[in-house]
């Protein structure tokens, strides 16, 4: 595809002399036998081999157990088994695929919706096709305890109502990310709700530009400090409605636009998935979201040096083009990280302040209670400078908020498992080209959306805590597909 266009060609065939020269010359023969050592003691280290070789992978496929063998009988003398012969809903993948696609444009109760019906499907389809086995899934285990965590908070939450909603809505969305794994069975599907993920981010994106252009939809003067950033006047939120909440969707996307790039095998599938990948990177720049622009960054890093550790090299190179490249406003932008003189960031901080304070004076252990509500109930003694604030800005602090210091364990154990199953893939000598970059996506996705949570309470929006949820699931699952054993789970 490069080849065959000329200014393309023309660009590669520079980077590929560039690249060539550097390569040949004294200090770059050195940092690839640099880097090239780094990898052999990579791959030797003990700790690097514990860390992926996680246990939670060992074992076969779990043939059906006592519970699940009565609900199959159950199942078959109600007559459901006749009844339910060739209907949609034993099509659990076009139930998931369907919320998973559609979840940046559907509203929040549509999207519940469609992650109930997937997951009824599943569960259906579990019945029906009584011999087949399953898989263990990774996620399973700590996926439950955290829903129970969360379960138990809004039990003992200081607004017991206002908890509520959001429980539900994690208990839904974690059960949903359950049935999700089990749901792509095959290799096929998997690369397909992958395409139409990137399909719509690509979307969500394209719409978010025609906005910057036409002016549509809500700005609010909190997100922008006009005093020192007076050429900003419209921040891109799309159908996310907040540019940060947008951020953090495109982060998670970009790199599976890229490793679908990547991975693409004739000139079309390349000329459309780079169109998607430029259309995303273009609506980020517009989000002037600081914490999902650092979060990015984190995440090519991790991209590159995981594909190609000598492309190390290059990262002074890459971010010097990017300082004359870019817009003024952007530059600005990015380097005002930290500035306490900017509104938005010493709002934050003193809202971390507080925070941390409520949390000091004993609610640490087992929060306050999920929800807006329980949170303004205890943060309002706490607030520093008058700061009012529905949430913690930070994923980590709300979750300690939410359902307390074991919540956050649990999650933080999840996220470890995510790194190791998908590490355990980089290790793999049976591993192919594509499935190491399809791995490498997920991993540089999930660490650039840990970044940004840094700064940002994720899960704010109801949606983006689904796509999180399903993108862990279907990041085990890039894992499960990896080294010849579709066999395995499509059996």
Request: aromatic share 14%; with cysteine; hydrophobic share 50%.
């Amino acid at each position: 595809m490069i080849r065959e266009s000329l200014i393309l060609g023309t660009i590669w065939y520079a980077l590929c002399s560039a690249w060539g020269a550097l390569a040949r010359s004294a200090p770059g023969r050195w940092f690839g036998n640099l880097c090239r050592r780094i990898g052999e003691l990579w791959h030797e280290s003990v700790l690097v081999n514990w860390f992926c070789s996680p246990r939670c992978l060992e074992g076969d496929a779990v043939s059906p157990g006592k519970l699940r063998s009565r609900c199959c009988t159950a199942y078959a003398r109600l007559g459901l088994d006749r009844l339910m012969e060739g209907s949609i809903f034993l099509r659990g993948f076009l139930w998931c695929a369907a919320a998973v696609a559609l979840a940046p444009v559907l509203p929040t109760m549509a999207v519940l919706a469609l992650s109930l019906v997937g997951c009824v499907t599943v569960a259906l389809q579990g019945m029906h096709e009584r011999e087949r086995s399953f898989t263990r899934n990774p996620a399973a285990l700590p996926s439950l305890i955290y829903a129970a965590l969360y379960i138990f908070g809004m039990l003992h939450s200081t607004k017991l109502r206002g908890s509520l909603w959001l429980t539900a809505l994690t208990i839904a969305f974690l059960l949903f990310s359950l049935a999700l794994y089990y749901a792509v069975d095959t290799r096929e599907h998997f690369e397909l709700i992958l395409a139409a993920m990137v399909t719509a981010g690509a979307a969500v994106a394209g719409y978010g530009i025609l906005q910057y252009f036409f002016g549509w939809g809500y700005q609010s003067a909190a997100w922008v400090d006009a005093d020192l950033f007076s050429s900003i006047s419209f921040r891109v939120g799309s159908t996310m409605e907040n540019p940060n909440m947008l951020g953090q969707y495109l982060t998670l996307m970009i790199p599976l636009g890229g490793a679908k790039l990547l991975n693409a095998r004739d000139t079309l599938r390349r000329l459309y998935y780079l169109a998607c990948c430029g259309v995303m990177c273009i609506c980020m720049v517009l989000t002037f979201s600081r914490g999902a622009w650092l979060g990015l960054m984190f995440a090519g890093l991790l991209f590159f040096i995981a594909l190609e550790p000598r492309l190390i090299a290059l990262a002074p190179i890459a971010l010097a083009a990017l300082y004359f490249v870019l817009p003024e406003t952007v530059v600005s932008r990015f380097t005002s990280i930290g500035n306490m003189k900017d509104r938005s960031t010493s709002y934050r901080v003193s809202i971390w302040m507080g925070t941390l304070a409520m949390l000091r004076d004993g609610h640490w252990l087992l929060g306050v209670g999920p929800g807006e509500e329980a949170f303004n109930a205890v943060y309002a003694y706490y607030s520093y400078e008058a700061s009012v604030a529905s949430h913690s800005h930070n994923l980590f602090l709300q979750i300690v908020c939410d359902a307390g210091i074991a919540a956050l364990i649990v999650f933080v154990w999840l996220i470890l498992r995510c790194f190791r199953v998908l590490g355990s893939v980089l290790l793999r000598k049976d591993t192919t080209r594509p499935e190491k970059l399809t791995c490498i996506a997920f991993a540089s996705g999930l660490l650039g959306f840990l970044v940004q949570a840094m700064t940002d309470y994720s899960f704010y929006n109801n949606r983006v805590m689904f796509l999180f949820w399903a993108y862990i699931a279907l990041a085990m699952s890039s894992a499960r597909f990896a080294g010849g054993t579709e066999a395995e789970v499509s059996a």
